[in-house]
């Protein structure tokens, strides 16, 4: 199976690479910049490679949501199987990518767009075809995990954990779709539509890491705590529920164990019970490996993650409900139900009762648009 | 596609019902021993099943190598595809019946042998067809891991922690597969088969937990470790290293995370870096979930996880070193080269200079062959 290559930056050298290493998969031609076409392999327009009748798949490593997805279209339509790692891609088009690639009879996976190298979404697309999915989730981001373990075992501030993330290539230069919780709710969305036939488009809720001070490390870790930000996503009646927000979890859980920026991805089957991966969620190699598996699933008969039924829906957060620690200003304490609380100077640090998460953080929402500091973290199980 | 079941314990029970659940599969003849066909969909001879045209594929788990082979062969013959969860049948027919399975166009896969559900076999089967598998291991067997965990953290005595491993049903009335780790062995057996094309018969190393006690167990709690039984495979030269032995790792490390009888395996790849995958080792559903995963690969395509080319082979277990802990008498200490050593009483608990996993396996041998009593752990990364 020949494949073309769009995109050669981190990911795509790294595709290209074990393309040409591998026994059972040939290196096509490479989509470049017009300019950067410096080798005899690298072609600028996506003609080339969708009118080449000797290209069998494509694999699409460039990020963002155009050109990929036209580009994308052009080869399914040509009848080329298509793989990505691009998760805004899938997590906005990939309905309609699946439609075209099943009226071309072309195949189109994208288990590289959800925790990189650790094959999630593949091993999750076979469980539910047997077993019912009761709820799934995970680290599903890896700079954040940096960043957070960084903070909390060799106790930097938020700014030099950051900075430390760019040095080491973890973080880009914005870094805001990762410490905002985007990047790993975009996962677990595409994850809900693998397991439940819903990609989840409106009423998500994302709380990310940009609120952590070094004080509430000290403060939770004192009580036993570690903080994981956690991707979560399960069934709430006919419509999903998934979120991401920071967890804190006693030591000992697993999750805990998932260090600098290495992801965890886990599913609960009714028959399985929990299935846990862990692993590298980017860099070239990891996240090329994950591609490459796509290409060879295809070639062994598997052809699609998305079921000709999975649809669009609206999330539904308001069913999931956990106790959390909150920080914010000592005046703004009545916004939620206490379980206990404490002063802190002018901060009150409080444990609620169990509240929804919709309720969390659209308090959260409201604390800040008054101008107020709020941090939050469930209380893990 | 219809499935034809092989026994109907814990495990086929729960196959037959995951098929009668299943949107995709069927449920077909279930084959019982005579007088048990109690019920219509039982019957109780194999040519029943082999002559049956209905019947697509087979799903073995009644354990034992015969006449487990002798119907997995008769079925393939027959063009049936065979899937199977025994794990002795594949470490020592397997290569047979991947040969009659290839002859007869039928597919042959036995994820359920390794991890029970966790689909660790499957991954590997696929990584290693692009990507470069340097070891693979991990805890592979839910007794041995219930009993240690007792003992670490409940403080229960070996024998207690036996019964309690008993009466909850994790392990046998004959314990000595699990407790002396051949049941592990024989699954890293699997894996060195399914990642290097070499599946291990003499030459083979396990020591299991039976030597462990409580004094040991305080021993090396005091000074920071946790101790799990491990399985490593790796390529050794032409050959492959497979062994089984327990080992002492720091708190923080992923498989201290593994509690009760969970398991927990895990490959490096070249690209992919460490992919560890953790779950329920055996029980009722969870084994029959890999069983019926299986099932569902092979209606997308997949036909086989060992290579035509998978041949026996010795293994070579004299290239890895470690340190290791040692409990042995006094007396015996300078069998083996000590870095540190203690004595308590008329025994001696040493920290070794790194030696070969074959020295230290052979040494204790030795010592017992003496009727002397030693337990060991490698000190782990």
């Known amino acids: 199976m020949k494949v073309a290559v769009l995109g050669f930056g981190t990911v795509g050298v790294g595709v290209y690479e074990m393309l040409r290493n591998a026994r059972c998969l040939e290196a096509g031609p490479v989509l470049v910049r017009p300019g950067k076409d410096d080798a005899p392999f690298k072609v600028t327009s996506i003609e080339q490679i969708a009118e080449d009748p000797s290209v069998d798949a ?8 155009e050109p990929a997805f036209t580009y994308g279209a052009a080869v399914l339509r040509a009848g080329k199987h298509f793989v990505t790692s691009n998760k ?29 190298g650790v094959p999630f979404l593949h091993n999750l697309s076979i469980a539910r075809e047997t077993d019912e999915i009761l709820s799934m989730g995970g680290i599903l981001n890896g700079t954040t995990n940096y960043m957070l373990d960084a903070m909390q075992r060799l106790g930097l501030d938020y700014e030099d954990a950051l ?18 919780g985007l990047d790993a709710l975009r996962k677990i969305m595409l994850a ?75 599913y609960l089957g009714q028959c ?30 598997k052809k699609y993650m998305l079921e000709p039924g999975c649809a669009h829906t609206d999330a539904d957060n308001s069913q999931v409900k956990h106790a959390y620690y909150v920080r914010l200003p000592a005046e703004l304490a009545g916004e939620l139900p206490a379980e206990s609380a404490e002063l802190d100077g002018d901060v009150v640090r409080m444990i609620t009762k169990p509240i929804s998460v919709s309720q969390m953080h659209f308090t959260a929402a409201r604390v800040r648009s ?5 941090f939050f973290a469930a209380i893990g199980g």
């Open 192 to 266: 809900c539509a693998v397991a439940y036939d819903k990609l989840p488009a409106e009423g998500l809720l994302h709380e990310g890491i940009e609120s952590i001070t070094a004080a509430d490390v000290a403060h939770f870790q004192a009580r036993g705590y570690t903080c994981r930000l956690l991707a979560k996503g399960s069934r709430a009646g006919d419509s999903v529920s998934a979120y991401v927000e920071p967890v804190l979890l006693r030591a000992g859980a697993p999750e805990c164990a998932v260090l600098e920026n290495y992801n965890m991805a886990s």
């Open 370 to 374: 008054a101008e107020a500091s709020i």
């Open 272 to 301: 399985s019970g929990s299935i846990v991966l862990m692993g590298q969620g980017a860099g070239r190699y990891p996240t090329a490996s994950a591609v490459v598996r796509d290409l060879t699933c295809i070639q062994r008969g």
């Open 58 to 65: 494509v694999a699409e490593v460039m990020g963002g949501i």
């Open 163 to 180: 900075k430390d993330a760019q040095r080491l290539g973890y973080a880009e230069a914005d870094p805001t779709a990762d410490v905002s």
């Open 88 to 116: 805004a891609l899938v997590a906005a088009k990939g309905i309609e990518l699946n439609a075209i690639a099943r009226e071309n009879g072309a195949a189109f996976l994208f288990s590289a767009a959800c925790g990189g």
